[in-house]
């Protein structure tokens, strides 16, 4: 019956009806077309007016603190500083004119004469003051104490670091012995103070060079090398606004978003259009999906719109540069964050259709959204801190993760792992959010003259239900990614000893993949034995001599298959390496080297018992069990394998505090395999035991040395001989087909 | 043919309970016109509601065209029809946008929907504005789309709650050439009414609801004979003099 509502384009023509009525509004197309055009050009006018603001008032009185490691290097540059005066002085002054018109020179000698004669009092005393001639650029000296250059520099104490001065004497066509200056100065990149301060610096200096060449006919060049501090790290106010960009983004995507949101759900309710259309025979979900579809289309066409406005007022008004750095608002930098404000819209349009979904007018709506609104602004905000780094954790917490990771990529620094936790969480939030919304949506209608829209989703079901429902799936996910998120971070972090942390470890898996769902099963009524495939792997035979047939057959197919895959998956592992897809682990040798002794030191039955027995078991009882029910409630058991083994896969990536993209695959590889196991034999045992010994040769293989290995294998690269591949492989398709063969009830029919 | 057996809903309202519908049986069979009739409050809606399925009744089914409602949810959903008062339009779809939309509901295939659409803007006298949009109509213009919105689907089963309410006589005279209409085509037709005096026009069998009870039920000749009056209007004075 479902069926039919995809069919002939159906599902199409639904969302496109809900596309029609939001885009034909005015309301929305105000902001979709008109903000975008208003609001940048505004933007960028005020911006504009800022910086040039800020700019002309750092010309007119500057004053930039150098900071020096000791008193010698304060020397060498106080004195160099001193012959910018002394250069003004000795009539090079007409190149002073040429390169600034400047009528504070002519007027003011005698303020230089005045600062010299301080500078050359003081020179060996910690700050010192030099006045530039032709500007009142001043450099105080400074000799940082206490904290490093580059931490002085970082924290914006300084806006200069002089990280080696050296004057060397050079003798000048007998004109007897002269200073020649060699200075590393390393300046904040993107930082507009910093940077001037650098510049300022450069024509100090070359207004010595020029000095020198005047007195000697020849240059005796002050050499400057400068160096930006390239830690990605924002200090300064000025490219803190680099996070504004994406909030007003984000923020327009959510505006974009509001108005189809209410107008859809609350709307319809308003316009009496929502009982008829929940009388329908057509599924509430899918009515709501179609509703989805439109508003993350509206906010999407938003958020495109926004983009684009935004990146031509930044490239034509070269107010890109001043914010984000020599770059700008590059091409790349917007077709990164495109998804990313797709992905942001597909999370927040379900929050919003969630909010609304049991609003029954749009003022009721409104009401629900606004303190929503501000309470996800107040975190918003945060990400405008200049000093706050987007750490891991962060990449958990919606909103703040999508925010935090475009100011990453606009400034060009974004880090892997923290990337990965914002997409991937906000998707299950998403996922969530939507899950709610579909329960939510219509059921006030249904349920007039009672409250309980909100209750009915935490209903505890009156009968036993033999699998899970996908909804609760989604939304346990949601909850469990973060807490696993969290807990593997600081595993990762923390300096326990090895020991301690295998037990963590497996005291972690135990209590999110087997107690939580547990907990969930129990309130929700789930059959075990239905859900966590909690039965013998005999089968229903009806003769004892079946039943023995069929159990030892599948435990020595399973051997079979478990025989081969580590090798096929440690393959995996190597090919993708051979295609560039990096293996951090094996990039560092001697941290590997290093965790291998400490892991040499455990007595083997505890890695056996914390990373094999329990890890298997706990995970076989999540994955098969629960992702895998929840799966099969809705779709064929082909689709839920590829589905709850791409869910184990994701999960894999996560490891201590790293990112390791490259397990995705043969995760995901493994939880196909034993997908099929589980389906094949209905129950969960089989594929304990196959995860198991797979986590265990794998670990048992860590105790051995690289060469120990090779020579075992006789192997002479970080491959296996062809003829160990092919025999895995072969293990392992004999190992699958048998399985295949002997779970199947014909079989016994035949024999018998 | 609907089958109401034994319908009970009660409402918890802020912990008090509130019996809306207590106990009630009925039948409509092809071809006729039942009316629901009460004072606001007897519980008419909620009878309505459960009888599509909207609202689960505490204990009682119902039964259309043979098939219990709560066995499948969906399947019955095709079979009936559902016009109420509250009933509105998609303000920026045309009307011929707005019912292709709710054939689409009702899975119904587009060539099929297609000629419906062409037959009801006949008979109904939607023609001249089906491309114009909603917003742009009439109140008896709107009305009109309504009740081609309930045939779109050609339910064998049509439910009218409170389908008059605000309309003027034009309006009414549309309704009950409507309700004419669904007869002549053999449709089961339960309507929902406080106005009497309609109500004796088409209906062919009566239930007199009062507090959620039947009090009344059958044909004018039968009501006449229950309780000596001789129209409707009275026999309610009385009912609510009792009470």
């Not at chain 1, 895959?565 to 393959?571: C, D, G, K, P, T």
């Not at chain 1, 043969?666 to 035991?689: K, M, N, Q």
């Not at chain 2, 095709?78 to 009702?106: C, K």
């Amino acid at each position: 019956m479902i069926g039919s509502y995809f069919a002939n384009g159906r599902l199409l023509r639904l969302c496109l009806k809900e596309l029609r009525e939001s885009l034909r509004d005015r309301r929305t197309l105000i902001t979709l077309v008109l903000m975008p055009i208003l609001v940048y050009p505004l933007l960028s006018m005020a911006m504009q007016r800022l910086i040039v603001g800020s700019a002309s008032g750092s010309s007119d009185r500057s004053e930039y603190i150098i900071g020096v490691a000791n008193e010698d290097a304060g020397g060498v540059l106080a004195s160099a500083i001193a012959e910018t005066s002394m250069a003004i002085e000795q009539g090079v002054r007409h190149s002073i004119q040429i390169r600034r018109n400047n009528q504070s020179l002519a007027k003011q000698p005698a303020t230089i004469q005045d600062a010299i004669a301080g500078a050359s009092e003081k020179d060996s005393a910690d700050e010192s003051n030099q006045t530039l001639g032709g500007s009142k650029a001043q450099f105080n000296i400074v000799v940082t104490d206490g904290i490093t250059l580059q931490s002085a520099l970082e924290s914006g104490q300084i806006d200069l670091a002089v990280i080696s001065a050296r004057a060397e004497s050079v003798a000048v066509r007998g004109n007897g012995f002269y200073p020649a200056y060699e200075f590393e100065v390393e300046f904040r990149d993107a930082d507009v103070r910093s940077e001037n301060a650098m510049l300022e610096f450069r024509k100090a200096m070359e207004l010595v060079n020029d000095a020198q060449a005047l007195r000697f006919r020849g240059p005796l060049p002050v050499s400057v090398r400068m160096v930006s501090t390239a830690t990605g790290k924002k200090v300064d106010a000025m490219a803190s606004l680099a996070g504004i960009l994406p909030l007003i983004l984000i923020l327009m995507t959510i505006t974009g978003a509001v108005y189809p949101a209410i107008d859809l759900t609350a709307g319809e309710r308003e316009r009496g259009t929502m009982e008829a259309m929940i009388a329908t025979p057509a599924p509430r979900f899918l009515l709501l999906l179609s509703k989805y579809v439109a508003v993350v289309t509206v906010a999407v066409l938003t958020a495109l719109a926004n983009l684009f406005a935004s990146w031509i007022t930044l490239s034509i008004g070269g107010l890109g540069r001043a914010l984000l750095g020599e770059k700008g608002f590059s091409l790349l930098a917007l077709v990164q964050i495109l998804p990313l404000l797709v992905i942001f819209a597909a999370f927040f349009s379900a929050i919003l259709l969630a909010m609304c979904s049991f609003a029954r007018s749009f003022k009721e709506a409104q009401a629900y959204l606004i303190p929503v609104m501000l309470v996800s602004l107040a975190p918003a905000l945060v990400t405008l801190m200049p000093n706050i780094e987007f750490s891991t954790l962060l990449g958990i917490v919606p909103l703040v993760n999508i925010l935090l990771l475009s100011r990453d990529i606009m400034t060009g620094s974004p880090q892997a792992l923290p990337a990965f936790a914002a997409v991937f969480s906000t998707l299950l939030y998403a996922a969530a959010a939507l899950v709610v919304a579909s329960k939510l949506f219509g059921a006030e209608s249904a349920t007039s003259g009672s409250q309980e829209t909100w209750s009915d989703l935490l209903r505890r079901p009156k009968r036993t239900q033999l699998l899970p429902d996908l909804g609760d799936l989604a939304v346990f996910l949601a909850m469990l990614f973060p807490v696993f998120f969290i807990v593997t971070n600081l595993f990762g972090q923390t300096q326990m000893s090895i020991g301690a942390k295998l037990w963590s470890n497996a005291g972690m898996l135990l209590v999110l993949f087997f107690v939580a769902p547990s907990i969930v099963a129990w309130y929700r009524r789930l059959n075990p034995q239905t859900t966590f495939l909690l039965r013998s792997w005999t089968g229903n035979l009806p003769q004892v001599r079946q039943r023995v047939v069929r159990g030892v057959g599948v435990l020595l197919s399973v051997c079979f298959m478990a025989a081969g895959l580590w090798i096929v998956a440690f393959e995996f592992l190597q090919l993708l390496k051979d295609y560039g897809f990096g293996l951090l682990a094996l990039e560092q040798p001697e941290v590997l080297e290093k965790a291998k002794k400490e892991f040499a030191l455990i007595p083997f039955w505890i890695i056996l018992v914390t990373s094999a027995i329990v890890p298997a078991f706990a995970e076989e009882y999540f994955f098969r069990g629960y992702v895998l029910s929840a799966f099969r409630n809705r779709v064929s058991s082909l689709r839920a394998i590829l589905y709850s083994a791409l869910i184990f896969g994701l999960f894999h990536v996560i490891t201590g505090s790293m990112l390791s993209l490259e397990r995705f695959f043969p995760s995901t590889l493994l939880g196909l395999f034993l997908g099929f196991v589980a389906i094949r034999t209905g129950s969960l045992w089989p594929g304990v035991l196959l995860h198991a010994i797979h986590n265990g040769l794998v670990f048992w293989l860590t105790r051995f040395s690289t060469k120990e290995l090779s020579d075992w294998f006789g192997s002479t690269n970080e491959h296996f001989p062809p003829i160990w591949i092919f025999a895995s492989l072969a293990s392992v398709t004999l190992g699958s087909a048998l399985l295949y063969f002997i779970t199947q009830r014909r079989f016994y029919e035949n024999a018998t | 043919m609907i089958v109401a057996n034994e319908l009970r809903k009660q409402f918890s309202v802020r912990g008090n309970t509130l019996v809306a519908v207590g106990g009630i049986s009925f039948q409509v069979g092809n071809s006729e016109v039942y009316g629901l009739l009460g004072p606001n409050g007897a519980g008419k809606t909620t009878t309505l509601r459960m009888v599509m399925g909207l609202i689960e009744p505490d204990s009682g089914w119902v039964e259309i065209g043979g098939v219990r409602t709560d066995t499948n949810r969906t399947a019955i959903r095709h079979q009936l029809g559902m016009i109420s008062t509250n009933d509105g339009v998609y303000p920026w779809l045309s009307v011929r946008e707005m019912l292709m939309y709710f054939a689409d509901l009702y899975a119904v295939d587009p060539p099929v929907a297609q000629e419906r659409l062409e037959e009801l803007s006949d008979l109904l006298s939607i023609r001249s504005f089906l491309d114009q949009r909603c917003s742009t109509l009439s109140t008896g213009q709107k009305q009109r789309v309504t009740l081609a919105r309930g045939l779109m689907h050609d339910p064998p089963v049509m439910l009218l709650d409170e389908p008059t309410r605000g309309l003027d006589v034009v309006g009414s005279q549309t309704v009950f050439e409507f309700i004419e209409l669904l007869k002549s085509r053999g449709k089961s037709v339960l309507l929902s009414t406080h106005r009497l005096d309609e109500a004796e026009r088409v209906c062919d069998r009566f239930g007199l609801l009062h507090h959620g009870t039947m009090r009344y039920e059958g044909t004018l000749g039968d009501l006449r004979q229950q309780t000596g009056k001789m129209h409707l209007v009275d026999m309610f004075i009385e009912l609510i003099r009792e009470s």
